[in-house]
């Protein structure tokens, strides 16, 4: 037997309860840290989950960014250097990551006080995260307003990716669940998954 | 060791290789099944991964749509009805899920070609998926054009929520794993989820 609830209901509900009922509703996400970095050089660690596969030529990738006022330096960052880090998460890195969603004073940098470990590649300015095994560096080419509730679309073009060649299948497809990367419900909930299968391009007889 | 990879080699891999790699790099996303019907009655069920919770006061929801001309039904019937549902995806029911994608004649149902059962609640015209244990109903509220590569962001807001009261916490989280909720990476993969953290709102000392 299924719980049955009007939006009316749901609405009546305090802001965490109907916050979190309505986060996990919509199923499992990715869990990614986006790394950037401000013109004067303060990096910037923030985890995300609402990230979108937009399509594979051109490589574009989207994330929703919340309100301004909520998570203003990840957008602000991006749009100021043009380029963004994403870096899937595991088990171990797990509650580092979480921690990242902390508020902390301005001018300080998620990576230090989440000691995640600041990684650089030649070239490219903004940071990725060391711990992670599965990492990808976007190009900022634009951002979305959704009026209808302040937030953005940030869609981003793949410039290059850091993968374990143990996780690459012939086809090309990243068996993620090989280096324990983990799936996020919600704002607070975290998963391991493993895979049941792998089906063909669907064809009609 | 990473293997690392430049966007020009990603280019010059084949189609299906490149949009394997580049669809599962993003990580794990929502498993659902998008049902609508046509204003002549042919009811439509499609499977859709890229899901994103927007926010929870209103609550609004989007998801990705393919360009027109690649899938053109289930936002065509949106728009014609208003009303859309959302029906997440077991492990019993996996294997018919993906055959939603199968491209079939004008006219005929994914719901009959699969063997998903139609069900229809007083009040909404719109087909959910009787086999799945999470459901929920949208109202159409905006496309978004997405010109970069003609896909569209599809945003609707909730109506109504369908739960086992057993997976609901006192908090609201719904833990979707308890009724085997899957998660999908890239086109072809399906994975089970097994909880292993659920932390805390985060604050800093």
Not at 58 to 80: S, V, Y
Not at 126 to 151: D, H
Request: glycine share 8%; aromatic share 10%; with cysteine.
């Amino acid at each position: 037997m299924k719980s049955t609830y009007s939006i009316a209901e749901i609405q009546s509900w305090d802001r965490f309860t109907r916050a979190n009922f309505i986060n996990t509703l919509s199923g499992f996400k990715s869990l990614s840290l986006i790394g950037t970095v401000n013109g004067k050089g303060i990096s910037n660690l923030a985890i995300f989950s609402n990230i979108v596969h937009l399509g594979a030529d051109p490589a574009l990738i989207g994330f929703i960014n919340r309100p301004l006022e909520a998570a203003p330096h990840t957008l602000q960052n991006i749009q100021e250097t043009g380029f963004y880090t994403v870096n899937l998460v595991t088990e171990s890195m797990c509650n580092q990551a979480h921690l990242t969603s902390a508020k902390y004073p301005e001018g300080v940098s998620e990576f230090e006080m989440t000691g995640l470990t600041e990684e650089y590649r030649e070239g490219w300015k903004a940071p990725f995260v060391e711990e992670s095994p599965v990492q990808y560096l976007l190009k900022f080419e634009q951002v979305i307003p959704i009026e209808l509730n302040g937030t953005f679309l940030v869609i981003g073009s793949l410039q290059a990716a850091f993968v374990p060649a143990e996780i690459q299948e012939e086809d090309g497809f990243l068996d993620l669940a090989k280096v324990e990367i983990l799936t996020s419900l919600g704002t607070s909930g975290y998963y391991k998954t493993e895979k049941i299968s792998k089906l063909p391009y669907a064809k009609v007889k």
